[in-house]
């Protein structure tokens, strides 16, 4: 399964984020910190989940 996390970089969307990674899905991570998503990436393959990222404010894309 291809999954959208928004907020990835901390809180709830990391947490979210690593729940799914154990599960073997791929992730699209998106949040404002490139470096903090960067860090949650890292977890996420080591757990076994492809992992893409995006830096971006999705209050600000429209």
Same mark, same amino acid.
Request: aromatic share 4%; hydrophobic share 50%; net charge positive.
């Given at each position: 399964?291809?999954? @959208?996390? =928004?907020?990835?970089?901390?809180? @709830? /969307?990391?947490?979210?984020?690593? !729940?799914?990674?154990?599960?073997?899905? !791929?992730?699209?991570?998106? /949040?404002?910190? /490139?470096?903090? @998503?960067?860090? !949650?990436?890292?977890?996420?393959?080591?757990? /076994?989940?492809?992992?893409?990222?995006?830096?971006?404010? !999705? =209050?600000?894309?429209?």
């Amino acid at each position: 399964m291809h999954i @959208l996390i =928004t907020g990835a970089s901390s809180g @709830l /969307g990391e947490a979210i984020a690593l !729940v799914y990674a154990q599960k073997g899905n !791929v992730l699209s991570l998106a /949040g404002r910190h /490139g470096e903090r @998503l960067d860090v !949650v990436a890292q977890k996420a393959r080591v757990k /076994g989940a492809e992992v893409h990222v995006s830096v971006v404010d !999705v =209050t600000k894309a429209w």
